[in-house]
């Protein structure tokens, strides 16, 4: 697609439930990136994919928290027994490098808003 | 681990004024990227500017050009005849370069500029 597609855009979860949030990046796009904003702050980075292989998963904040990108396109980040905690905005971003490739330029989504009740 | 600060919650300008936003970054590494990211209200982050920490001559695009102090580990972002559309939340952001990494972009707490008739 000619962007960084996100779904759902908003999702509210009772606490305990779980989640799933989809990332469509950009064709052909070698790397995936999902971050979490915070309210009123910067973006924190969770976890990377380079194709399918995750070979960065050191942002991630807790085992509750899983990501995937089985076929190198469409990822998924799931949060299970979601605590209120984890109210934030997950961000999505591709590139078309792969990592040490030079100046990553990220695409990023316009986010998926997580509120957990 | 890298930290990019930005002393600057807010900033207001008046439109065709021009308004510079600062940014620090505390690193070891040599080798890196920087980056401007704007965010607007839609919540989606587009690049604004990138420098390579190699290059000595500042990076300039249209109306936004930077400061660049690898010294001071200074990256200030410069915004000329700052349009209405100009209001977002400004992110400063590095990157290390490094074999198998440099694909991580460390953020800083934004700033939220302002542009006011």
């Known amino acids: 697609g000619a962007g960084v597609s996100q779904s759902p855009r908003y999702k509210v979860a009772k606490r305990g439930q779980d989640v799933a949030l989809r990332c469509d990046p950009i064709?052909?796009?070698?790397?995936l990136f999902w971050y979490q904003q915070a309210l009123g702050q910067g973006p924190e980075f969770l976890t990377y994919f380079q194709n399918e292989a995750q070979l960065d998963k050191s942002g991630l904040p807790s085992d509750r928290f899983f990501a995937e990108r089985p076929e190198g396109s469409v990822s998924t980040l799931k949060i299970q027994r979601t605590q209120q905690e984890d109210s934030a905005v997950y961000l999505c971003?591709?590139?078309?490098?792969?990592?040490?490739?030079?100046?990553?330029?990220?695409?990023f989504g316009a986010g998926s808003r997580l509120t957990v009740l | 681990a890298q930290t990019v600060t930005q002393s600057q919650p807010e900033m207001s300008v008046q439109e065709a004024e021009t308004v510079t936003l600062s940014c620090t970054y505390d690193?070891?590494?040599?080798?890196?990227?920087l980056f401007w990211y704007k965010q607007p209200p839609s919540r989606q982050m587009i690049l604004v500017i990138r420098q390579e920490a190699y290059k000595q001559q500042n990076a300039t695009e249209n109306r936004f050009s930077v400061n660049f102090q690898k010294a001071a580990k200074s990256f200030s972002l410069k915004i000329s005849d700052s349009q209405l559309g100009d209001t977002a939340m400004y992110f400063c952001?590095?990157?290390?370069?490094?074999?198998?990494?440099?694909?991580?972009?460390?953020f800083g707490k934004g700033t939220s500029l302002l542009v006011t008739p």
């Open positions: 064709s052909g796009h070698v790397s």
């Open positions: 690193t070891s590494e040599n080798n890196y990227y």
């Open positions: 952001a590095f990157m290390k370069q490094a074999p198998n990494s440099g694909y991580a972009l460390n």
């Open positions: 971003a591709s590139s078309q490098q792969g990592a040490g490739s030079g100046a990553n330029v990220l695409t």
